[in-house]
């Protein structure tokens, strides 16, 4: 018994142990650290796959009009991310301000910077519902929309954009949770959104339960019904009485100038760092739309798991910007470079989980959203070449979240203008118009994105893992 414990323990230091420098006052062991960073890792993980899993049904019920259909809505995500890029990064920093502050202890500080974010990003709300209906359809044409896809979309884009505010509201707030820790909450209420939006959908898009049938109009209705649900359940945790982050109406309000700098100091490298990935993943949808719709429909289908290395690899992430930024908020500079080597061990094992599912569900997996011979041929070969950045992914979402955590966006920013905004276009481009032109047996129109973004997670995870092992994001100051 005792060699095999023995045994265990040699096991588990292999896989898990690495060594640390101990700050002082840290007295977490390395299986408490562990511990700390799968309770908040495991609800927005499991809040990621399930959101995933949503999107992937809503995509399946989208694509019973067809393969235009699934185009349509497809082409909003950018300009829809676009829009969306100014408030996700205020709460980029709202989540790293509060995360410092909890770790100082401050709590009154903490609450004051999530009141703040949320007047701020009411404002950028309302510019975005106004900029939304109003541009919809040169933003579309913007991301490569065709004759066959224009219509259905500036429908759907017009539709979302009335939910802008209230989907504004629930970053903020799941934002200042997630810097507390509090992924739980989050959970919930994403979860709760997107349960009505899949309900909703197949109600409205197919006609059932005696609803209309309204296609992709329907859709529509359904994401801005959704949206606006999970903000009702995000407002009504906030307002709860008992709460770290317990908002009381009524009550004194004032901005500051420091919460405000840190808060500017961190969304506007945010900002930079979601501009460059958005031109590069629009130029990148475009370059795929320009091919034919079958190809972009076939993208569409691969990237439903390919976020799953995302989505999961962000549970991870968000607990690392948590742990790092309450770590530095409490100047323990060791237990933060030490929460990055815990993700990273997470990560690895995550990886294998979702190569192996990607690489034994290739050819079953694009039967759900499409009936279509040559789309499933195509996803099937797709799925192979995305094992090869499955690993360089993970690391790079969790790496990129620790350094978030830190304040250090600025370089998370040059990275996406070198490799999402410059590398990946490029190489996309290379792949799926001279190569395949070149070598039209080996399906490179639709694979050839795939190796793009192979190249990309390859990239990003070199230059990521280089700023980390320099160690110098442990010394900014928010």
């Given at each position: 018994?005792?060699?095999?414990?023995?045994?265990?323990?040699?096991?588990?230091?292999?896989?898990?142990?690495?060594?640390?420098?101990?700050?002082?006052?840290?007295?977490?062991?390395?299986?408490?650290?562990?511990?700390?960073?799968?309770?908040?890792?495991?609800?927005?993980?499991?809040?990621?796959?399930?959101?995933?899993?949503?999107?992937?049904?809503?995509?399946?019920?989208?694509?019973?009009?067809?393969?235009?259909?699934?185009?349509?809505?497809?082409?909003?995500?950018?300009?829809?991310?676009?829009?969306?890029?100014?408030?996700?990064?205020?709460?980029?920093?709202?989540?790293?301000?509060?995360?410092?502050?909890?770790?100082?202890?401050?709590?009154?500080?903490?609450?004051?910077?999530?009141?703040?974010?949320?007047?701020?990003?009411?404002?950028?709300?309302?510019?975005?519902?106004?900029?939304?209906?109003?541009?919809?359809?040169?933003?579309?044409?913007?991301?490569?929309?065709?004759?066959?896809?224009?219509?259905?979309?500036?429908?759907?884009?017009?539709?979302?954009?009335?939910?802008?505010?209230?989907?504004?509201?629930?970053?903020?707030?799941?934002?200042?949770?997630?810097?507390?820790?509090?992924?739980?909450?989050?959970?919930?209420?994403?979860?709760?959104?997107?349960?009505?939006?899949?309900?909703?959908?197949?109600?409205?898009?197919?006609?059932?339960?005696?609803?209309?049938?309204?296609?992709?109009?329907?859709?529509?209705?359904?994401?801005?019904?959704?949206?606006?649900?999970?903000?009702?359940?995000?407002?009504?945790?906030?307002?709860?009485?008992?709460?770290?982050?317990?908002?009381?109406?009524?009550?004194?309000?004032?901005?500051?100038?420091?919460?405000?700098?840190?808060?500017?100091?961190?969304?506007?490298?945010?900002?930079?760092?979601?501009?460059?990935?958005?031109?590069?993943?629009?130029?990148?949808?475009?370059?795929?739309?320009?091919?034919?719709?079958?190809?972009?429909?076939?993208?569409?289908?691969?990237?439903?798991?390919?976020?799953?290395?995302?989505?999961?690899?962000?549970?991870?992430?968000?607990?690392?910007?948590?742990?790092?930024?309450?770590?530095?908020?409490?100047?323990?500079?060791?237990?933060?470079?030490?929460?990055?080597?815990?993700?990273?061990?997470?990560?690895?094992?995550?990886?294998?989980?979702?190569?192996?599912?990607?690489?034994?569900?290739?050819?079953?997996?694009?039967?759900?959203?499409?009936?279509?011979?040559?789309?499933?041929?195509?996803?099937?070969?797709c799925f192979i070449v995305l094992l090869i950045g499955i690993y360089p992914q993970n690391q790079r979402v969790m790496v990129a979240g620790c350094l978030r955590g830190a304040g250090d966006v600025r370089y998370v920013a040059l990275v996406?203008?070198?490799?999402?905004?410059?590398?990946?276009?490029?190489?996309?481009?290379?792949?799926?118009?001279?190569?395949?032109?070149?070598?039209?047996?080996?399906?490179?129109?639709?694979?050839?994105?795939?190796?793009?973004?192979?190249?990309?997670?390859?990239?990003?995870?070199?230059?990521?893992?280089?700023?980390?092992?320099?160690?110098?994001?442990?010394?900014?100051?928010?």
């Amino acid at each position: 018994m005792d060699s095999m414990t023995g045994f265990k323990n040699k096991l588990m230091q292999l896989l898990f142990g690495f060594k640390r420098e101990l700050d002082e006052n840290d007295t977490d062991s390395m299986g408490t650290m562990y511990k700390k960073v799968l309770t908040i890792a495991w609800p927005a993980a499991l809040e990621g796959l399930l959101m995933t899993l949503m999107n992937s049904f809503d995509t399946m019920m989208v694509g019973t009009l067809g393969s235009a259909a699934i185009a349509s809505v497809g082409l909003c995500a950018q300009p829809r991310m676009i829009m969306l890029l100014v408030a996700q990064s205020l709460c980029t920093g709202t989540t790293a301000v509060v995360a410092r502050r909890k770790g100082a202890g401050n709590h009154e500080a903490a609450l004051s910077c999530m009141k703040q974010s949320l007047v701020v990003i009411t404002g950028i709300g309302v510019l975005m519902t106004i900029f939304g209906y109003l541009l919809a359809e040169p933003l579309l044409r913007l991301a490569g929309a065709a004759d066959d896809t224009i219509e259905n979309g500036v429908i759907y884009f017009r539709i979302i954009s009335m939910a802008f505010i209230p989907n504004c509201w629930t970053l903020c707030i799941c934002a200042a949770m997630r810097g507390i820790g509090k992924t739980r909450i989050t959970m919930v209420v994403n979860m709760t959104a997107n349960i009505v939006n899949v309900f909703l959908n197949y109600c409205l898009i197919g006609g059932h339960f005696g609803f209309p049938a309204w296609g992709v109009r329907g859709a529509a209705i359904a994401t801005a019904v959704g949206t606006c649900t999970g903000s009702v359940v995000a407002i009504i945790v906030v307002m709860k009485k008992g709460g770290y982050l317990s908002l009381r109406p009524f009550t004194r309000f004032k901005f500051d100038k420091y919460t405000l700098k840190s808060l500017v100091t961190v969304g506007s490298g945010t900002i930079a760092e979601s501009v460059f990935m958005r031109i590069g993943f629009l130029l990148n949808g475009k370059l795929i739309a320009g091919i034919s719709t079958a190809a972009y429909a076939t993208t569409q289908i691969v990237q439903q798991v390919s976020a799953l290395t995302f989505t999961l690899g962000d549970g991870v992430s968000s607990a690392c910007t948590s742990l790092v930024g309450q770590s530095l908020g409490a100047n323990m500079k060791n237990k933060a470079k030490s929460y990055v080597k815990v993700g990273q061990r997470i990560s690895i094992f995550m990886s294998i989980g979702i190569m192996l599912f990607a690489f034994f569900g290739r050819n079953w997996l694009p039967t759900l959203f499409t009936d279509e011979p040559d789309i499933i041929h195509a996803a099937s070969i797709c799925f192979i070449v995305l094992l090869i950045g499955i690993y360089p992914q993970n690391q790079r979402v969790m790496v990129a979240g620790c350094l978030r955590g830190a304040g250090d966006v600025r370089y998370v920013a040059l990275v996406s203008l070198v490799s999402v905004a410059i590398l990946r276009p490029l190489t996309t481009w290379f792949f799926c118009y001279p190569m395949a032109s070149w070598f039209p047996a080996l399906m490179l129109g639709y694979i050839g994105s795939w190796i793009s973004f192979d190249v990309d997670a390859l990239v990003r995870a070199a230059m990521l893992r280089h700023r980390i092992n320099k160690g110098e994001w442990v010394n900014i100051r928010l």
